[in-house]
């Protein structure tokens, strides 16, 4: 078992940053896919970032490219989500995710989920 635990969210105004964390722990070794996905209120879960551990790529939702950065610290076991020039569009819970194998974009490819943190922009 995977646990994902994120950290960050809270109230801001818009144009404003926020960095999110994912802290992982248990059996992280067999992640071999890290992403960053959102939910807002009405709306379906939206790819927001991830990245395969065996590639230096990272991959963007097309709404969040140019603004938002994935990283990673591997000896702590932590992603983060660096989130700049935030928006009211950028308003939702945003969830860490990781999956064993699959494609980064593909929600239903995850096998593990954090509870979320909200992230909340006022205009």
């Known amino acids: 078992q995977v646990q994902l635990v994120e950290s960050g969210g809270g109230l801001v105004q818009a144009g404003d940053s926020l960095r999110l964390s994912c802290a992982a722990s248990?059996?992280?070794?067999?992640?071999?896919?890290m992403g960053w996905f959102r939910q807002a209120p009405g709306k379906e879960r939206e790819f927001v970032a991830g990245?395969?551990?065996?590639?230096?790529?990272?991959y963007y939702g097309d709404s969040v490219k140019g603004r938002f950065t994935i990283s990673r610290d591997n000896a702590k076991n932590t992603v983060h989500l660096q989130m700049n020039s935030l928006n009211a569009e950028d308003t939702a819970v945003y969830f860490c995710?990781?999956?064993?194998?699959?494609?980064?974009?593909?929600?239903?490819?995850?096998?593990?989920w954090g509870q979320g943190t909200q992230v909340t922009v006022s205009s």
């Open positions: 248990g059996r992280t070794f067999s992640n071999s896919i």
């Open positions: 990245f395969v551990y065996s590639n230096p790529t990272a």
């Open positions: 995710a990781a999956a064993r194998a699959g494609r980064v974009r593909v929600d239903d490819d995850y096998d593990y």
